[in-house]
C-alpha cells in the first residue's frame, strides 16, 4: 500500500551549525509556520549541537 500524504507537511532540510551535516525530515507547516531550530546530535562533531532548516528539499 501506498503511504498517505500529508498536505500540511513540508520537506525541510535541518543543517548543523558547526559542520556540514544535514538531517532530512518532514514538519507540520500549521504548527510550526516559522523556521525550525533543534537540538539533534551530530555523528561528525560527536556531541548535541542546534539544528536549523535551511529550506525544502
Not at 26 to 49: A, C, F, Q, S, W
Amino acid at each position: 500500500m501506498a503511504k498517505k500524504v500529508n498536505k500540511g507537511a513540508a520537506k525541510v532540510c535541518l543543517k548543523s551549525t558547526e559542520s556540514p551535516h544535514c538531517y532530512y525530515t518532514t514538519k507540520n507547516k500549521r504548527n510550526l509556520p516559522n523556521k525550525m531550530e533543534i537540538m539533534k546530535y551530530d555523528p561528525v562533531v560527536g556531541k548535541h549541537v542546534m539544528y536549523k532548516e535551511t529550506g525544502k528539499f
